[in-house]
């Protein structure tokens, strides 16, 4: 059974930064868009589940980040800074005069949490799907972590290939299991491609496989979201491994002590990936907190 789309998305491209663009807007009479940023290795095309189940008054863009799903890959590599002035970008094209609600998702959250901290002028309200950072690091992970980056740049990176479009959808149904089956068809047709010989990969860089040389530093994205004035919700799903993995960097008082205005729910039965295994659930929440 496929999934039946409710609100089909108008696509465009937009030239941002040198790059190409994939934008999926649904347009609604509210004239505030709220943007969507998709996780690693996503697109901002399986919003759609989330999309269907927001009240249809609601504007909603969501993009393909750079080297994901449809945008094109910059021929430079990627770093995360990148994320941030793609998105700075986008909202000069899209919202120039206006504060803007933004919902991110794992990557896409982090991107929110620390764009609200460099431009908290530019945002109004944010959501943040598991979007909690990345876990400290230590001046000692150095070399090892440079010597994999150059062993990489030499070797270069690749993502699985699959015979079929059949066998990646029993792969995202093994990784996933609580994603509807429906749900996993259209995941799959948004993230990977049939070429001729009818070999199925993935729509995205394998540089994005590259191990990051630079140590994530948690300090400097804390005290990114020390500066964020807009309200922030988090939400955490009751069955992720990474909420627990990252549970010491949760707690309510830690939270307390480094955003101004922060509450945090979860979503019963949803691991990492809520926004395709308990869509409905989600919305609820960010219509609830967003009206």
């Not at 807007?25 to 969507?36: Q, S």
């Not at 750079?66 to 094109?72: I, K, L, S, V």
């Not at 740049?153 to 792969?171: L, M, N, P």
Request: proline content about 6%.
């Amino acid at each position: 059974m496929n999934y039946v789309v409710r609100r089909a998305p108008v696509l465009e491209t937009l030239r941002l930064r040198g790059l190409d663009f994939q934008l999926y807007r649904w347009a609604g009479t509210d004239p505030d868009p709220i943007v969507l940023l998709h996780g690693w290795g996503d697109t901002g095309e399986t919003w759609q589940f989330v999309v269907d189940a927001l009240p249809q008054h609601r504007t909603l863009i969501a993009f393909d980040a750079r080297g994901f799903g449809r945008t094109q890959w910059p021929e430079d590599g990627y770093w995360f800074p990148d994320y941030l002035a793609d998105l700075d970008a986008l909202l000069a094209a899209i919202a120039p005069d206006r504060r803007v609600r933004l919902v991110g998702h794992s990557m896409g959250g982090n991107v929110t949490l620390m764009y609200a901290g460099v431009r908290p002028e530019r945002v109004r309200q944010l959501v943040s799907l598991e979007g909690f950072g990345l876990a400290r690091t230590e001046p000692d992970q150095a070399p090892l972590r440079y010597r994999e980056w150059l062993d990489e740049i030499g070797g270069g990176t690749a993502f699985a290939r699959y015979d079929d479009f059949a066998q990646f959808e029993k792969v995202l149904t093994r990784r996933n299991p609580r994603t509807p089956a429906s749900h996993i068809r259209f995941i799959a047709q948004s993230w990977a491609r049939r070429h001729e010989d009818g070999v199925v990969d993935l729509r995205a860089d394998p540089r994005h496989k590259r191990t990051n040389p630079v140590l994530y530093q948690r300090e400097q994205a804390e005290a990114c979201w020390q500066r964020i004035t807009a309200p922030v919700l988090y939400v955490v799903g009751d069955a992720s491994d990474m909420a627990r993995r990252m549970s010491g960097e949760m707690s309510p008082d830690r939270l307390q002590a480094i955003f101004r205005d922060v509450r945090t729910v979860t979503v019963a039965g949803a691991g990492h990936m809520m926004h395709h295994e308990q869509p409905a659930a989600v919305a609820e929440l960010i219509e609830t907190f967003f009206r």
